[in-house]
């Protein structure tokens, strides 16, 4: 495994009790990986500057297929340098047919916001809270070497000992970003949970609709701190440098 991927690993705090409970999920979720397929792609066709770069519809369905390959290899691993690679190359190929790297977070969230819901209808509360934290890990991996690459394609633009202070500085910026990532999604998904759990004892036991609606306003408040948390991520990304000549 790269050392890069070991840390990345490490940082979020993924063991092998994550891997195997990825392993067990696989074949809850496989069935549902077609409609995950079709609901990123209606994001991306919404999307015009996404869009853009689409051919038509014949790419979409050959990239449909890639996504629930990447969906399937993501659950069941192994998580090696092979799994490293792949998730590399897809870095590379979004920089190079110029995805603009804000959108490597809003997709992610697609693909994490049906993973969740498909979580919170197969398990208990408290043991999807367990499975959403699992997921969380291997997401925020998965987005930090991919967008990774866009850091250091500017990383590549830098001669000299510039270059590699930049690139030292986005090898961390990985590790710090997908570890907060994680530390602050699983008590926002650990309190989302709950309240969804709330609501539906609220709804079920009263007809008073004011008693579900503090539930609701806490709801909307949990899913406000996560898109600034997507922002933030997005931020984290150093823009791109464009190199000139000046009279010091």
Do not use: C
Request: aromatic share 6%; charged share 25%; hydrophobic share 45%.
């Amino acid at each position: 495994m790269s050392s890069t991927l070991d840390e990345l690993f490490a940082y979020v705090g993924f063991k092998d009790a994550d891997a195997q409970r990825l392993r067990e999920l696989h074949p809850m979720l496989e069935p549902h990986f077609p409609e995950v397929a079709r609901r990123f792609y209606d994001a991306v066709g919404a999307t015009p500057s996404a869009a853009a770069i689409l051919d038509g519809p014949a790419q979409v369905d050959r990239l449909r297929g890639s996504l629930i390959d990447w969906m399937s290899t993501g659950l069941l691993g192994p998580h090696d340098q092979a799994f490293y690679e792949k998730r590399a190359r897809i870095g590379r190929r979004h920089v190079a047919i110029g995805l603009q790297n804000n959108y490597m977070f809003t997709a992610m969230s697609v693909v994490r916001t049906a993973y969740h819901d498909l979580i919170s209808s197969l398990f208990r509360a408290d043991q999807a809270l367990m499975v959403t934290r699992t997921v969380n890990k291997l997401l925020d991996v998965e987005l930090a070497i991919m967008v990774g690459h866009y850091q250091l394609d500017t990383a590549a633009k830098i001669e000299g000992r510039e270059r590699q202070v930049q690139a030292e500085r986005i090898a961390s910026m990985q590790t710090l970003t997908a570890g907060l990532a994680t530390e602050v999604r699983d008590p926002l998904d650990a309190a989302k949970l709950q309240l969804e759990l709330l609501e539906r004892r609220l709804r079920r036991g009263a007809h008073e609709p004011r008693l579900v609606e503090p539930s609701e306003l806490a709801q909307k408040e949990i899913q406000r701190v996560t898109d600034l948390l997507n922002k933030f991520l997005a931020f984290a990304s150093p823009p791109e440098l464009h190199l000139q000549t000046h009279d010091v």
